[in-house]
T-cell receptor, first 109, second 114 residues
Framework: QQPVQSPQAVILREGEDAVINCSSS?????VHWYRQKHGEAPVFLMI?????EQKGHEKISASFNEKKQQSSLYLTASQLSYSGTYFC??????????FGTGTSLTVIP | SQTIHQWPATLVQPVGSPLSLECTVE??????LYWYRQAAGRGLQLLFY??????ISSEVPQNLSASRPQDRQFILSSKKLLLSDSGFYLC?????????????FGPGTRLTVT
């Protein structure tokens, strides 16, 4: 039931864009995105609900395709502070919540 | 405002010893509570979740157990630790009902089993 993320890892130069994908085998009610810095707890970025989508930050946005049970996180004009591991979290129609496999993002100068 | 506490922050325990990790939430009532484990360099594995006092759902069969003796208290336990139990343990809560399904994480407990 764990959603699968791709890519597993990505390295960017400052100012470049990235897309992180999250795919589930179950019908979804919501998709959450979190970022985790090394040694710290995950921090909430945004949530996308069934029937709509929500943008959490100016240069970080996301989409939710309910039919395909997929979500994508878009990071534009990346900054050094964007480095970390990104997790999607999916809530299915039975209210079960699972985190994805994670994507390690490294932004270099 | 709501806060979530976990303790201890770090723990080193020998194989075969017992474990008790505690998580408490302040500033809200009737939360859903979660225990996750994160092995080094890995993703978040859901271990247990609870929708109320005494109501525990287990996601992964293993030598860990969880209890919720009070509405805002969630305890993770083991009778005998294994080396594979090492990791970063995170407790999280969310509102049980309403339009805000965001999960709020505690600071975590880093457990090393030697």
């Amino acid at each position: 039931q764990q959603p699968v993320q791709s890519p597993q890892a990505v390295i960017l130069r400052e100012g470049e864009d990235a897309v992180i994908n999250c795919s589930s085998s179950k019908a979804l009610y919501s998709v959450h995105w979190y970022r985790q810095k090394h040694g710290e707890a995950p921090v909430f970025l945004m949530i996308l609900l069934k029937g709509g989508e929500q943008k959490g930050h100016e240069k970080i946005s996301a989409s939710f395709n309910e039919k395909k049970q997929q979500s994508s996180l878009y990071l534009t004009a990346s900054q050094l502070s964007y480095s970390g591991t990104y997790f999607c979290g999916t809530e299915n129609l039975a209210a079960q919540f699972y985190f994805g496999t994670g994507t390690s993002l490294t932004v270099i100068p | 405002s709501q806060t979530i506490h976990q303790w201890p922050a770090t723990l080193v325990q020998p194989v075969g010893s017992p474990l008790s990790l505690e998580c408490t939430v302040e500033g809200t009532s009737n939360p859903n509570l979660y225990w996750y484990r994160q092995a080094a360099g890995r993703g978040l594995q859901l271990l247990f979740y609870s929708v109320g006092i005494g109501q525990i759902s287990s996601e992964v069969p293993q030598n860990l157990s969880a209890s919720r003796p009070q509405d805002r208290q969630f305890i993770l336990s083991s009778k005998k630790l294994l080396l594979s139990d090492s990791g970063f343990y995170l407790c999280a809560w969310r509102y049980r009902q309403g339009a805000n399904p965001e999960q709020y994480f505690g600071p975590g407990t880093r457990l090393t089993v030697t």
